[in-house]
């Protein structure tokens, strides 16, 4: 769910980290039926019955000021991830960690050779022995563009994380972000959960 923070004179903004004060309200929308909603109006109608008709201004491009608010978010927390020493970047590196059982989260961005990826998958399941199963790195809404500015670094095209909490905290950012934009698919869900017993099991 994503928090709205309404200011004290009305103005209705994203607040997706939930630390803005005062008054707000939480939705769970795609991207698509958010602008739908802002666009026919029935946003601002239904903020204005949960608040007893209090007037509000909504922005008409609060579906991009929450998109763009949810990528920093994502595109910080990998940020933080790195200068705290839990992530791998460059394929090599991150084959030979996963092979030898480090890796805890693996992902490619968006525009990642298909080869490159499945290659990295296939060393992430020897590590955990989890041969056949559906255990496999996850795409990013993020390009190696984005996630090269992200992290300071020349064209990131993989990374992976090592430690079970910093996986969890990437993984909340970016199945929000994922959700938001309508591209959380069954594929996506499987390598998710598969993802998510691998954490599990790192984190015991």
């Known amino acids: 769910m994503i928090r709205l923070a309404i200011s004290p004179d009305g103005d209705v903004l994203p607040d997706v980290l939930a630390r803005a004060p005062g008054r707000g309200a939480w939705i769970d929308v795609s991207r698509a039926e958010l602008d739908e909603a802002v666009a026919k109006g029935k946003l601002k109608g239904a903020l204005a019955r949960a608040f007893k008709g209090a007037p509000l201004t909504i922005p008409t491009d609060l579906g991009a000021r929450i998109e763009s608010a949810l990528t920093k978010a994502l ?46 998958a296939q060393a992430w399941r020897v590590g955990e022995m989890a041969e056949g199963t559906g255990l496999k790195g996850i795409i990013l809404p993020l390009d190696r563009a984005a996630l090269s500015v992200a992290l300071g670094r020349d064209n990131v095209v993989h990374l992976a994380l090592t430690d079970a909490g910093a996986a969890t905290r990437v993984a909340s950012l970016l199945g929000r972000l994922k959700h938001f934009l309508g591209c959380d698919t069954a594929d996506d869900a499987a390598a998710s959960t598969a993802a998510n017993d691998a954490i599990d099991t790192k984190g015991e």
């Open 75 to 120: 595109a910080d927390r990998l940020g933080v991830e790195l200068r705290s020493g839990t992530m791998v970047l460059g394929t090599e590196k991150i084959a030979t960690a996963a092979r030898s059982g480090a890796v805890v989260f693996l992902a490619h961005a968006a525009d990642a050779a298909g080869d490159g990826a499945s290659k990295l």
